[in-house]
């Protein structure tokens, strides 16, 4: 079922903020993906690897304002990502399998994904709000 964004995901930082919008959205659509009455590999990989490209853009531009502010948890916050990208791998690597079901992986997906991006973003993102808004960060 699509995911909805609103204000309490927000981070209040619009690059991050955007970014993660942009996220769901792309988890949006692999959710579409996964009630689709035909899905193969190869569309599902092409998802997983824009997903995953994505994902990894965002977490680059959150490192870097990390490492530019010396944001205290980096290290962290770090490791959360580390840990998304092997799941991403994980993803990836199991729908290559010989008896793959495609419909599976990419529910599955779509439930990590939205999970992750909730969790995240209430657990850890919204955590540098402030220490990033007393730096002009907005």
Do not use: C
Request: a negative charge; glycine letters at 2%; zero cysteines.
């Amino acid at each position: 079922m699509p995911f909805t964004w609103n204000e309490n995901y927000s981070v209040g930082i619009k690059l991050f903020d955007e970014q993660h919008q942009k996220y769901l959205e792309l988890a949006n659509q692999i959710d579409v993906l996964s009630v689709a009455n035909t899905l193969d590999k190869e569309k599902l990989l092409e998802k997983i690897r824009e997903f995953g490209n994505y994902a990894l853009l965002h977490f680059r531009s959150e490192e870097e304002y990390f490492e530019k502010y010396k944001f205290p948890p980096r290290e962290t916050h770090i490791e959360a990502h580390n840990q998304y990208r092997e799941k991403i791998k994980e993803f990836l690597s199991k729908v290559q399998g010989p008896a793959a079901d495609v419909k599976q992986i990419a529910h599955d997906l779509s439930d990590f994904a939205v999970d992750w991006l909730l969790q995240h973003v209430t657990l850890m993102d919204q955590h540098y709000t402030d220490f990033f808004h007393d730096r002009g960060v907005k």
